[in-house]
């Protein structure tokens, strides 16, 4: 069972464009919710997080919004340059560590 | 943040070999680390948690005798793929966290470079 899904799979946008990424989940026990970017042949690296006593977390052009109501949480990122193309994934934490199955990002020049 | 290096970052061997993929903690002293396995255009996959200085826990499905974990150290944990054939290649990414043993420190989760097996 996925316990945490994320839309869209894969998503192009223009450079200077905005991208949202979309992640749900069901567990209420989950208690923090990183976002990972992974370029092809890495390994993820962590670009922001947020726990649920707030609704939102910026970083420079990375945004989360989070609704915890709703259980859902979204990565938002703006004005993106090519360098941006790579794999997100969200994630969320309780006892156990549960990825998303990731969204393939290509920011067009 | 904290870094975590993989070692090798890729590696060719033949069939019914077995290979060693090393995880080091630089900076920090990981209690827990895990192994993932990640195919083409896919999300990672646990295959286990290894906690230092005891037996690794298993995910279901992941064959224990094939792929041997050791956390010797706060700083070492190794992935050994016995008998390697084809379908063993893959992408393998360790992570390391500060946390408990057998528990997470939110987001201390820290990734390694990845290792990409080929076997031939």
């Known amino acids: 069972q996925q316990q945490v899904k994320q839309s869209p799979q894969s998503l192009i946008v223009q450079k200077g464009g905005i991208s949202i990424i979309n992640c749900a989940y069901e567990?209420?026990?989950?208690?923090?919710f990183p976002w990972y970017q992974q370029f092809p042949g890495k390994g993820p690296a962590l670009l922001i997080a947020?726990?649920?006593?707030?609704s939102e977390k910026k970083e420079g052009r990375f945004t989360i919004s989070f609704n915890k109501s709703a259980k859902q949480f979204s990565l938002h990122i703006m004005d993106s340059p090519p360098g941006d193309s790579a794999t997100y994934f969200c994630a969320a934490t309780g006892n156990q560590f549960y990825f998303g199955t990731g969204t393939s990002l290509t920011v067009i020049p | 943040g904290a870094v975590v290096s993989q070692h090798p970052s890729w590696v060719i061997c033949k069939s019914g070999t077995s290979v060693k993929i090393e995880c080091r903690s630089l900076?920090?002293?990981?209690?827990?680390m895990f192994w993932y396995r990640q195919f083409p255009k896919q999300s990672l996959m646990l295959m286990a948690t290894?906690?230092?200085?005891?037996?690794?826990?298993?995910e279901q499905g992941v064959e224990k005798d094939k792929f041997l974990i050791n956390h010797a150290s706060l700083t070492l944990s190794t992935l050994t793929v016995t008998s390697a054939h084809p379908e063993d290649s893959s992408f393998y990414i360790c992570s390391a966290t500060r946390g408990v043993a057998g528990g997470i420190v939110a987001g201390e989760l820290f990734f390694g470079e990845g290792s990409r097996l080929t076997v031939l």
């Open positions: 900076d920090f002293q990981a209690t827990t």
């Open positions: 290894s906690n230092e200085g005891s037996k690794a826990t298993y």
């Open positions: 567990n209420t026990a989950f208690d923090y």
């Open positions: 947020i726990r649920p006593d707030v």
